[in-house]
């Protein structure tokens, strides 16, 4: 149980192009959803929360209209790099929390596989 | 500021070796306690969680969890080098607008060579 995937796993797109990449809890409901991204030989980086059917919340210094999120439903999550630039070449994992049965919540937060994002 | 540090790394030990990881945190208002380990270039996978005090043991896994002196830590018994990866630890305070976000730690390289 607690399945979480990503898509794309990899992307590669030119500069001033978007990119959309989708996070689905397979098998649970996910009430929150974050999105973090992570540069080489980096922490984890938080971008974003999202709790589903609101408006996401955002970490300082993360720019709102250019990492768009949307997390209409319990299962899926996406997050939309705008106009994307060299610099946003980086590894972008989503995880989830939620309710794994009906009535049982976890507070344990499962990671999706990440896709990795490269700008040319 | 929310702040989870962990031991510098790298660590190295050989295999069969007790490798010990550890994590301190500020808040004391924090509740929930998570071990991920994060391979190159592939995103974390949940090891261990711990929520209260004490010792809590998963195979050849055991968190220590230490709220008074608020450090959590992981030792991972007969090392093997498949365990040679990035450990995180994380922490959740589940308070208010926090609800759900976990703290990480910068992580510990760990090295089990054969």
């Known amino acids: 149980g607690a399945v979480v995937s990503q898509h794309p796993s990899w992307v590669i797109c030119k500069s001033g192009t978007s990119v959309k990449i989708e996070c689905r809890s397979l098998?649970?409901?996910?009430?929150?959803m974050f999105w973090y991204r992570q540069f080489p030989k980096q922490s984890l980086m938080l971008m974003a929360t999202?709790?589903?059917?609101?408006?996401?919340?955002?970490e300082q210094g993360v720019e709102k209209d250019k990492f768009l999120i949307n997390h209409a439903s319990l299962t899926l999550s996406t997050l939309t790099v705008t106009s994307a630039h060299p610099e946003d070449s980086s590894f972008y994992i989503c995880?989830?929390?939620?309710?794994?049965?009906?009535?049982?919540?976890?507070?344990?937060?499962?990671f999706g596989p990440g896709t990795r994002l490269t700008v040319l | 500021q929310k702040e989870v540090e962990q031991n510098s790394g790298p660590l190295s030990v050989p295999e069969g070796a007790i490798a010990s990881l550890n994590c301190t945190y500020s808040?004391?208002?924090?509740?929930?306690f998570f071990w991920y380990r994060q391979y190159s270039g592939k995103s974390p996978e949940l090891i261990m969680s711990?929520?209260?005090?004490g010792d809590k043991e998963d195979g050849r896994f055991t968190a220590q969890l230490n709220k008074a002196s608020q450090y959590v830590s992981l030792l991972i018994r007969d090392s093997q080098p498949s365990d040679s990866a990035t450990y995180l630890c994380?922490?959740?305070?589940?308070?208010?607008?926090?609800?759900?976000?976990?703290?990480f730690g910068r992580g510990t390289q760990l090295t089990v060579w054969p």
């Open positions: 995880s989830a929390r939620g309710w794994l049965l009906a009535g049982v919540s976890t507070d344990t937060q499962y």
């Open positions: 098998d649970f409901q996910a009430t929150t």
């Open positions: 999202s709790n589903e059917g609101s408006k996401a919340t955002y």
């Open positions: 808040d004391r208002g924090s509740q929930s």
């Open positions: 711990i929520y209260s005090n």
């Open positions: 994380a922490v959740a305070i589940d308070r208010g607008s926090t609800l759900g976000r976990l703290y």
